[in-house]
């Protein structure tokens, strides 16, 4: 208690004479976790510079609406203290000189996020090892110099989301060793240079989305075997080399949606050997060229949504024996080929070719290969009515779920075919009701059976006319 009055005294001896009309100045807060935490409100760099109290207290220093435009040595040259938590956010902070941090031995976590910060070196974070996270979102870094980093070497999470960074040089990363999470979302990033994360040997997430990023070199991943997760969604890559993830050993999840990629060349993904899930949506793909896929062998998850596929291959998948979803819809799929000598895809369970252009598809010989299969997406194509017919009672009798339109219903199933089969005798309502009335009794497969009678009937009918 006695050092909170001290506080107050100090900030009324400074301030009280300036302006006593305004909100500004430091106080305690408690914290939910029952924590005191030094908060400060709209104060100047040199505000801080006569800051006089025992910080002892206090693990976490915020400052909040504050104009803090330049920090210096002198900003934070508090006496021996035990801050972890320096929250800056939102600060107009626009240059930080050299060792700023350094008598903030023990800080753990730094957010400078939505600052205007232009530049930063290796000597900025100088004097403070122990730190876990770094935000540096939101501010105004073109170019990361050599060893920017280099003596955060506890550094866990390194946030340089929404900057204009375009230019990275090779050794920018170096002293990183436990790097885990590394955001570069929403920069300039034109290309990914060889080494570029060799250090980075901890890291297991990378952000790349939203940058203008067109190559990678086939080096760009080097170091990088523990890395898990990497995220390149939003991009201008518009063509991979072959074996460009060579170095990604431990590869979970690999995004690559909103890319102009055009093809896939042969051993494109080779050495993604623990790769689950990959994302080639919103791309536009119309080849895969002979073992374009080759090496996958655990992927789970494909997506191929929104690209430009006319053909399309059950052969591109061979030796992928945990293959559990396809996704291909949205695509201008007129030819879904399977063949005779494919592999059989025992863990191949969902199918998804809705939305495409297909009026046919070799549906027997799909289940043989693809004998487990258990969804089988077909909404948005053009198939004739007498196939959609056959093809449906054929799965129905398989116990094979036919889906379409997001559902997996049967009257979202016979609805489907109905716009298929009727659409030419709109305005027959008998038939429409004699429909409805015969789901009731048996289900969509003898009311199918029964449609189909009619239409035959009706055809033979108009034909003979
Ligand atoms: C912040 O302090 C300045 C003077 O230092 C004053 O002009 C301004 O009105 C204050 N802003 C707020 C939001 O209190
Ligand atoms: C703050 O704590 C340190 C040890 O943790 C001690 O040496 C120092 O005297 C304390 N300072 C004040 C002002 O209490
Ligand atoms: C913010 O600080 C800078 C540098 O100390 C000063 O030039 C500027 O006038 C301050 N802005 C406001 C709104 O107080
Ligand atoms: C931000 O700092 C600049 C100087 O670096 C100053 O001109 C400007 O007034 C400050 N803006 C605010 C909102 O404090
Ligand atoms: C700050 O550090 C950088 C990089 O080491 C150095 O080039 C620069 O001269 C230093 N600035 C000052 C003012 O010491
Ligand atoms: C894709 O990235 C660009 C910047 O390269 C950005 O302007 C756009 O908003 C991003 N789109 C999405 C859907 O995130
Ligand atoms: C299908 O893909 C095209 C681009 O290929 C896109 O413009 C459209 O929005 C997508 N439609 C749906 C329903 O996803
Ligand atoms: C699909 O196959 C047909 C016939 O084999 C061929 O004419 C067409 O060019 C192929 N389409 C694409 C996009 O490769
Ligand atoms: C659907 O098939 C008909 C021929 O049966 C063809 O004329 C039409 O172009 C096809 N539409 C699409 C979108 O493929
Ligand atoms: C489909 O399921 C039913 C009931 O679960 C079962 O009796 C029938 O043998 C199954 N048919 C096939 C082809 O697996
Ligand atoms: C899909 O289903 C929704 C309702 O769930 C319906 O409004 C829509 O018209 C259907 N679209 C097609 C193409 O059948
Ligand atoms: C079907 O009914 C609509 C009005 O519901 C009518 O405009 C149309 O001409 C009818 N078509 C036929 C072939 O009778």
Redesign the pocket.
């Known amino acids: 208690m006695e050092k909170w009055i001290s506080l107050i005294i100090t900030i009324t001896l400074l301030h009280s004479s300036s302006n006593q009309q305004n909100n500004y100045g430091c106080s305690y807060e408690t914290l939910l976790t029952n924590e005191k935490q030094i908060i400060c409100i709209n104060i100047s760099s040199t505000f801080l510079q006569y800051f006089n109290i025992n910080l002892n207290r206090s693990r976490w220093f915020t400052c909040k609406s504050c104009n803090l435009s330049t920090i210096t040595t002198n900003t934070f040259n508090f006496p021996k203290n035990s801050i972890h938590f320096l929250i800056l956010t939102d600060n107009n902070i626009s240059s930080i000189s050299n060792q700023s941090f350094a008598k903030l031995p023990f800080l753990k976590i730094l957010s400078l996020r939505r600052n205007v910060i232009k530049t930063i070196n290796k000597n900025t974070f100088d004097g403070i090892p122990k730190l876990l996270q770094l935000d540096l979102s939101k501010n105004l870094l073109e170019d990361l110099q050599e060893e920017t980093f280099i003596n955060l070497e506890n550094l866990d999470i390194l946030n340089l989301n929404q900057n204009y960074i375009y230019s990275v040089h090779a050794n920018a990363f170096d002293g990183l060793t436990n790097l885990k999470y590394l955001y570069l979302n929403d920069n300039r990033i034109t290309g990914l240079n060889g080494n570029m994360f060799q250090r980075l040997t901890n890291l297991k997430i990378l952000y790349l989305e939203n940058n203008v990023i067109e190559e990678i070199h086939t080096w760009a991943f080097n170091g990088l075997y523990n890395l898990n997760y990497l995220y390149l969604n939003n991009n201008s890559i518009s063509a991979l080399v072959q074996y460009n993830f060579k170095h990604l050993t431990n590869l979970v999840d690999l995004q690559l949606r909103r890319n102009h990629l055009t093809f896939i060349d042969t051993s494109t993904f080779n050495g993604l050997k623990n790769i689950k899930y990959l994302y080639l949506g919103e791309n536009q793909l119309?080849?895969i060229r002979s073992y374009g896929l080759i090496g996958l062998n655990s992927l789970e998850i494909i997506d191929f949504i929104g690209n430009?596929?006319?053909?399309f291959s059950m052969s591109y998948f061979k030796n992928m024996e945990s293959l559990n979803v396809l996704w291909l819809e949205n695509n201008s799929i007129?030819?879904f080929i399977i063949s005779p000598n494919s592999d059989i895809q025992k863990s191949l369970r969902i199918i998804n070719l809705e939305r495409n252009s297909l009026q046919n598809v070799n549906y027997k010989l799909l289940h043989k290969k693809v004998p487990n299969l258990d969804q089988f997406w077909i909404g948005g194509n053009n198939w004739t009515c007498d196939f959609i017919i056959e093809m449906h009672d054929y799965f129905y009798n398989e116990n094979v779920t036919v889906c379409t339109n997001k559902s997996c219903t049967k009257e979202a199933v016979k609805d489907y075919i109905e716009t298929i089969c009727f659409e030419p005798y709109e305005n027959e309502t008998e038939l429409v009701d004699y429909v409805t009335d015969c789901t009731n009794n048996n289900g969509i497969n003898s009311c199918v059976f029964f449609v189909v009678f009619i239409l035959v009937i009706d055809c033979v009918a108009s034909t003979s006319l």
Do not use: H, L, S
């Open positions: 119309d080849t430009n596929f006319e053909n007129n030819n």
